[in-house]
């Protein structure tokens, strides 16, 4: 079964740096997200993404955060000057049509960011 | 606001049944999921339920939806070793953002 995929598992970074979090989402899925999820705390919706555009963003995803498709296959979310509150697991997920309950999201295993 | 919540904890004996709860507050909200994450893993969809629906029933699985309550469970028939995990419960936000709730996390004991 086909299945979104996220690099690396696990990224150590230092506080202010600029990370990359990789995401290869279903091939025939049209709509992406990010969630995350801080230790012992709720997943939180971040951002969707269709059609090279964000759809929908919510209050978490200020400017320090961008998301882009820089091909065909990948998704990638860029923390730019990382804080120590970004230290989370990081959920990608992709969706054949937005708000379909027959096209539901599918979540990859997420990468830990741990800033230090 | 929109908010989804579950007990945080529930422990049962293998082959008994277990009842996960949900609560949801948004009204408007018309598909309602269940995800399972087990340790280090990603969120791995098990079922859903549309809300014009009561009942759902997947193999060892029943999703109850009482809509006037807001109240949202999920029944694991046999309850396995294999099922310890954390359940969440998510409702569909709009057009694409999922609310989850604060997961249940299943502990069976042999």
């Known amino acids: 079964e086909p299945e979104v995929t996220q690099t690396p598992s696990h990224q150590v970074t230092q506080m202010g740096q600029e990370v990359i979090l990789r995401c290869v989402p279903i091939s025939n899925h049209l709509y992406f997200y990010w969630y995350r999820q801080i230790l012992g705390q709720k997943v939180e919706f971040l951002v969707s993404f269709y059609n090279n555009e964000i759809s929908e963003k919510s209050e978490i995803f200020d400017d320090q955060f961008s998301v882009e498709r820089p091909d065909g296959s990948n998704f990638t979310l860029k923390i730019r000057s990382t804080k120590l509150e970004d230290s989370a697991m990081y959920f990608c997920?992709?969706?054949?049509?937005?708000?379909?309950?027959?096209?539901?999201?599918?979540f990859g295993d997420g990468t830990r960011l741990s800033i230090l | 606001g929109e908010d989804v919540e579950q007990s945080l904890f529930l422990s049962v004996r293998e082959g008994d049944s277990s009842v996960i709860n949900c609560t949801y507050t948004?009204?408007?909200?018309?598909?309602l999921y269940w995800y399972k994450q087990e340790p280090g893993a990603g969120l791995q969809l098990l079922t859903y339920?549309?809300?014009?629906?009561d009942m759902k029933q997947d193999q060892r699985l029943t999703v109850l939806l009482n809509k006037k309550d807001k109240h949202l469970s999920l029944r694991i028939a046999d309850t396995q070793t294999g099922d310890s995990a954390i359940y969440f419960c998510?409702?569909?936000?709009?057009?694409?953002?999922?609310?989850f709730g604060t997961g249940t996390r299943l502990k069976v004991l042999a």
């Open positions: 998510a409702e569909l936000s709009g057009t694409y953002k999922y609310i």
């Open positions: 948004d009204s408007s909200s018309t598909y």
């Open positions: 997920a992709s969706s054949d049509v937005g708000g379909r309950i027959d096209q539901p999201q599918h």
């Open positions: 339920i549309f809300s014009n629906m």
